[in-house]
Structure formats: structure tokens, C-alpha cells
């Protein structure tokens, strides 16, 4: 066995093929309820199989779930998404036109905002009113070495330039609903009641509609989406979760008002594996009788691997990918715990910050705290766990890449006028099909990789994974191919209908530390092309290191 290498058995045959598919061990994003019958063989060399199971319907993929996240935080908000009205930089109402004009397209269906740890200590009222009152506060991100000694910048001491208004404007100039995280930390829930107040009483109804509309915006915004705090266990408050249960239930009571828009509060849940976290604060919240109160349970996770952002080894790459499919277990483990309190699984899932967190050696601007490169590797990671989300349409509701720009895991870097896509964006725009559409089973079953971790321990991954959709007669598969060096030539099987034509759109990369610069934006970029196809089996291979979307229209 050696690092980074696949692990390639002779092909398979047909029996061998049909044992994996019962369980003896490759990778398998779904089981089949009864078993499989023989298909016909299109691909002599196939050594990997897909079957999509059209009427193993899982849920509804909320769009919800290709959610994105700005925070106050280095170069996110300001050089980012806000660059100023008088900015030389094309601008829209002060906001970066080449942003909004690159997200329409991928319909990024929410945006949550101000934070992040920046929300725990941000006070709403600052941000609103005529621009020359607002005033200069100290951010939270000061403490950060990487922002203190760079002097007196917007990252450090907040101009609150953009605030209520100017981010609600950016959410209706990219069609997103927004997400506002409330600061439970250092305000009380007052605040926080008239900051709703603030966003939705009608035009003409209370003192704090009419600063509003004297801001511009008569109509209320309609915000439906709150979060109650942020990382409750650590900036948000340092709270046990049996405190922290106390907060919620006080913010989320009842009495807050709706002004006719159906409010969905999302409690900040715990940090990766923390399954105690849930548990105990699921029962606290029980002994308050406020389970009913809470529409989604936040959770986080950061995957991250030796190495940095461009610089990394074979071990790095499969390290990063490993740690990113943890997503998985995170899912279901927290969805166990949720249910021995929420028996009918009222309270969904919401990942509202999840990604890639390398060394910061590769920001493109030195106030760009945390700000960091994006290869194919990280384009991968997207994949892999935008498709983890799919195949629990039925738990996660709502999920927010971290951060948008400029920041981790980006789908956009910027700086003045300069401006480039990521290979993430890539993939979020080939993921966009899935918005919505109707998650059926997916069983992969491929060779998986395998290689020498830390302390000399053996680790492995699966070769190949993925997750399909119907809208329609228009099936979406969407692939990745975990191994560093073996294509896989795969025979592709849907039950429950046939195949009328297939467009494949592939991300991949020649070289696996290339990276999308102002200089050379296109270096990774999708390619489309038809693939022939007809009856119910295509063979296909999928090229190393990359992410594919297949989309197959069925025939009547
Ligand atoms: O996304 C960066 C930071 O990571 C957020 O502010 C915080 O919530 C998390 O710890």
C-alpha cells in the first residue's frame, strides 16, 4: 500500500460487483430495499458502478442548502461585498457589481450575515440611519493579530457602513432570502425583538419602520430566517447548553412579532462531533417546553489537513477529503441525539458554516483575515459535501458555505477593481441544478483510496461518491473521484426510467495545485460537453481528482 495510491482490484465481475453492492466494502451512499437485477453490460472495462433509484424518493432538496455567508470579518464585507458608492470599483448601491452579477446565475438561495463571531457583539442599530451618524466601533477580529497590525482599516474598527439596509439590498440584487444572526452575547432580547420590528413592520406602523424607510426602503424586508446567537459554546457567550437553552427560549418566545412573516428561529448548536452539546441542550429546552419554538438546529464544521491552501502533499489532499466527509457522520449522529427529544423531527438540520480552513499564506490582500487560496482539492471538498447534503435532504435544511469572498473556502477572491471565480464557485454552479429537486438513492460502489496517515496509520476513503436529483424528466448526477491518479470507468444504472440524452459538465484540474488568479482567471474552469446515451445503462468515466454533473433527460 502506498500514500495516496488507489487501490485498484483486477475488474471486477459481475458477482464480485453484486457483493460490494451488498455491503462488503465499497463505498455506498444508499442501500436498495430489495435486490438488484442483472443489468446489461455497456462497459467491458466498467471497474465502479452508480445506480440512481428513481422511485427511492429521499426528500425534497430545500435550495435553501446552497446557502453562502458574509461576516464582518477582513476583507468579506469591506473590499469584498461592499466597496462604497464614490468606489471606482462598478458598483451597484455601494455593492460589488461583478459579485452580484456572478451570483445571479448560480442562485444562491440564502445569505446569512453578520457573523460568525462579529454577530456575538454587534449591535444592529449601529448599522442604520444616515451614513455620517453612524459610528466607528471596535471589531471583533481586532484581537487577530493578522488585522491589529495593519493599522486603522475598516476590518478593525467597524465604519458600520454597511449595515441593516445595504445587506438586505444585497440579498434582494441576488434573489436571497436572508439569515440574520442575533447578538444573544452582549445585548438583550429587546434588541433583538426590535431589530425584527426594524426589518418587517409595516411601511408607516412604528418609529423604527420609519428609519427605515427613511434609509430608503418603505416596504418591510420580510426577514424570515434568525438565528439565535452564534457558537453559543465559545464567542457566542461561553454558554453550557443548559444556559444557552434559557437564552433561546427567552429570544424565541412567542411574543416576538411576526408582523404577518412566518419567523424561523435556528438555535446555534454545537461544534463537529459534540453530540453531548445537542443532547443536553435538546433536554433543557424540553424542561422549558420550548422544542416547538425552534425551526432549525445549527451546526459547524471546518475540515481541515496538513499542508496549506496551494502547498500540500498526496497526504494532505486525501487527509482533507477525509476529513471533510465527516459531514456525514456529523449528520446522522446529531440527528440520532436530536430525535430522543424530537420524536417527529420537527427541528431540521442547518449547517450554516461549514468548509475548508487552511493556513493563511495565501490571501490575496493582507487585511483579508483568514483569506485563502482555492484549488481543485477545495472544489472537491465542496462537491463532496454539497452531495452529503443531498443525500440527507430529509435533516438538513439550510447550509452556508464559509465565506463567500475573500475569506475561507471562497467562492470569489477580490481586491479594488480585481476580481476572480474559484473552483468552488464552479462547482456551486453546477450544483445549482439540485436546487429543489426531487433527492432519489444513489448506490456507488467503486474502489476505494487508501493511503498512510499520521503515525503510521493505514486510512481509507471511498473511491467514488455522489448524490442524484429529479425535477421533472430532468435527472442530475453529481460525481466525485476522490484518487489523486485513477479515472474510473463506471456503468451508470437508472432504475425507473431511460435514458433520452446526457450533457456532462466536468471540473478538473491538469495540475491539482493550480489556482484561479487575477492574472489568470481561467485556469480552472468546468467543461461541458453531450454524451451519447440511450437505454437505461451509460458507461462514463470520471477523471481523477474531479467533480461531475451528468444531466440526463429521461424518456417518457
Ligand atoms: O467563519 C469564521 C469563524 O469561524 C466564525 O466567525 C465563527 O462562527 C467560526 O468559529
Known amino acids: 500500500m502506498r500514500n495516496g495510491t488507489d487501490d485498484r482490484p483486477p475488474r471486477l465481475r459481475r458477482r464480485e460487483f453484486m457483493g460490494l453492492l451488498a455491503g462488503a466494502g465499497a463505498a455506498v451512499a444508499g442501500m436498495p430495499r430489495r435486490p438488484l437485477r442483472a443489468w446489461s453490460r455497456v462497459a467491458a472495462q466498467a471497474d465502479s458502478r452508480i445506480e440512481i433509484l428513481l422511485d427511492e424518493s429521499i426528500a425534497t432538496i430545500a435550495p435553501e442548502v446552497y446557502g453562502h455567508f458574509v461576516e464582518h470579518l477582513g476583507g468579506v464585507i469591506y473590499d469584498g461585498v461592499w466597496v462604497g458608492e464614490d468606489s471606482p470599483v462598478a458598483n451597484i448601491g455601494g455593492i460589488r457589481r461583478a459579485l452580484v452579477e456572478a451570483l445571479k446565475p448560480i442562485g444562491p438561495a440564502v445569505m446569512r450575515w453578520p457573523g460568525g463571531c462579529f454577530a456575538d457583539a454587534y449591535d444592529w442599530r449601529d448599522g442604520v440611519g444616515p451614513q455620517e451618524r453612524r459610528p466607528r466601533r471596535t471589531n471583533t477580529w481586532e484581537n487577530d493579530r493578522g488585522i491589529r497590525d495593519l493599522g486603522t482599516i475598516p476590518q478593525r474598527f467597524e465604519p458600520n457602513a454597511f449595515g441593516t439596509n445595504e445587506f438586505l439590498r444585497f440579498c434582494r440584487l441576488i434573489g436571497a432570502q436572508p439569515y440574520l444572526a442575533a447578538n444573544v452575547r452582549t445585548l438583550p432580547a429587546q434588541v433583538f425583538h426590535e431589530w425584527v420590528e426594524y426589518c418587517n413592520s409595516p411601511a408607516g406602523s412604528t418609529t423604527w419602520s420609519g428609519v427605515r424607510a427613511a434609509g430608503g426602503d418603505p416596504d418591510p424586508f420580510g426577514v424570515r430566517y434568525w438565528g439565535v446567537g452564534n457558537e453559543s459554546w465559545g464567542c457566542g457567550g461561553n454558554f453550557t447548553p443548559e444556559e444557552y437553552a434559557g437564552e433561546f427560549r427567552r429570544f424565541s418566545t412567542w411574543a416576538v412579532p411576526t408582523y404577518g412573516a412566518e419567523l424561523s428561529f435556528i438555535g446555534a448548536g454545537p461544534s463537529g462531533g459534540d453530540v453531548d452539546w445537542t443532547r443536553r441542550f435538546f433536554r433543557a429546552l424540553r424542561e422549558r417546553n420550548a422544542v416547538g419554538s425552534m425551526w432549525g438546529w445549527a451546526l459547524h464544521h471546518y475540515c481541515s489537513a496538513g499542508g496549506e491552501a496551494v502547498a500540500y502533499t498526496d497526504v494532505d ?240
Open 317 to 556: 489532499w486525501y487527509d482533507l477529503l477525509a476529513s471533510a466527509d465527516r459531514m456525514e457522520s456529523l449528520i446522522t449522529d446529531h440527528w440520532q441525539v436530536m430525535r430522543e427529544v424530537d420524536r417527529e423531527h420537527r427541528v431540521k438540520l442547518v449547517v450554516d458554516e461549514w468548509g475548508a480552513w487552511h493556513k493563511m499564506t495565501t490571501n490575496v490582500a493582507p487585511a483579508h483575515l483568514f483569506g485563502q487560496q482555492s484549488t481543485i482539492r477545495d472544489a472537491l471538498v465542496a462537491g463532496l459535501t454539497l452531495d452529503t447534503f443531498n443525500r440527507h435532504a430529509d435533516k438538513v435544511a439550510m447550509a452556508n458555505l464559509a465565506q463567500l469572498i475573500n475569506c475561507l473556502h471562497s467562492l470569489f477572491l477580490a481586491d479594488g477593481d480585481r476580481f476572480v471565480l474559484t473552483p468552488t464557485y464552479h462547482v456551486f454552479a453546477m450544483y445549482a441544478a439540485h436546487q429543489g429537486g426531487q433527492a432519489v438513492r444513489t448506490v456507488v460502489s467503486a474502489p476505494g483510496v487508501h493511503w498512510t496517515g499520521e503515525r503510521d496509520a493505514p486510512r481509507s476513503l471511498w473511491g467514488l461518491n455522489g448524490s442524484s436529483s429529479l425535477t421533472g424528466r430532468r435527472l442530475t448526477l453529481t460525481v466525485t473521484n476522490s484518487s489523486l491518479t485513477a479515472p474510473r470507468e463506471t456503468e451508470i444504472a437508472v432504475r425507473g426510467g431511460t435514458l433520452r440524452s446526457v450533457v456532462a459538465t466536468t471540473l478538473a484540474a491538469t495540475d491539482v495545485h493550480a489556482v484561479n488568479t487575477f492574472e489568470q482567471p481561467n485556469r480552472i474552469v468546468s467543461v461541458t460537453k453531450n454524451v451519447a446515451a440511450s437505454g437505461r445503462v451509460l458507461a462514463y468515466t470520471f477523471p481523477a481528482a474531479s467533480v461531475t454533473k451528468l444531466e440526463i433527460t429521461l424518456g417518457g
